[in-house]
């Protein structure tokens, strides 16, 4: 069936650049998404990959697609307290529950300054 | 816009009691779907919608129900709260012409004691 993993934590210094990993085992997705939680709040869409692309990126975000090992990352240039939450990686599967995403646990993040 | 809008924020429920958690969004969008996450567990889908008058059971649907009968409004209704069943509980829309990705609405804290 479908499955995401994700690390469940990450710790990086203010400045550095936080790599965010996550794996998935349906090779038919179509996007691959990555969503910021803050505490006590929603999930809100950071950015997003369509599955023929390689990389994406989009200001201090680059998001990496390796389709033959079914591995998607983040990373976050010059990580700022700011982004500390939990960053979930998620994919929408074709064919299936069509339109819903299937999430992995979450990674959270912690930014030391 | 106000996006997805859930409600309430907090309720507190005693065992058997029963409940509606309103969500409403107000971008057409044709997919809804309602989430419960979980310390250590992610997000899980209970049910989606792919349009007015269509719903499907997710990944753990028992103890509750939907219903879609507008584009708008997908409520989740608690049949006989049990202690299991206290979580957060996210509602989200999607445009499936788009990227699929889901706005999220900032989630109603359920407890049953």
């Known amino acids: 069936g479908e499955d995401v993993e994700q690390s469940l934590f990450l710790s990086v210094r203010e400045g550095d650049s ?96 | 816009n106000a996006g997805v809008t859930q409600t309430p924020k907090f309720q507190v429920l005693k065992t058997g009691q029963s409940m509606t958690l309103q969500c409403a969004q107000d971008m057409n969008h044709e997919y809804m779907s309602w989430y419960r996450q979980d310390p250590g567990m992610g997000l899980r889908l209970i049910h989606y919608s792919v349009g007015a008058g269509i719903t499907d059971q997710g990944e753990v649907p028992n103890g509750y129900n939907v219903s879609r009968s507008t ?11 049990a202690p299991s069943q206290t979580s957060v509980y996210f509602c989200a829309s999607s445009d499936p012409r788009g990227s699929g990705g889901y706005t999220f609405g900032s989630g109603t804290r359920l407890t049953v004691v």
């Not at chain 1, 990389?55 to 500390?84: F, P, W």
Request: proline letters at 3%; aromatic letters at 10%; hydrophobic letters at 35%.
């Open chain 1, 18 to 113: 936080s790599v965010i990993n996550c794996t998935y085992t349906d090779s038919s997705s179509t996007y691959l998404y990555w969503y910021k939680q803050e505490p006590g709040a929603g999930l809100q869409l950071l950015t997003y990959i369509f599955s023929n692309m390689d990389m994406k990126q989009d200001q201090r975000l680059t998001v990496l697609l390796n389709k033959k090992d079914k591995h998607l990352s983040l990373r976050i240039a010059d990580t700022q307290t700011g982004d500390s939450a939990i960053y979930f990686c998620a994919e929408s599967i074709i064919g299936g529950s069509q339109g819903n995403l299937i999430f992995g646990k979450g990674t959270k993040l912690s930014v030391k300054p």
């Open chain 2, 71 to 81: 584009t708008e409004d997908f409520p989740l209704r608690l049949l006989s709260a």
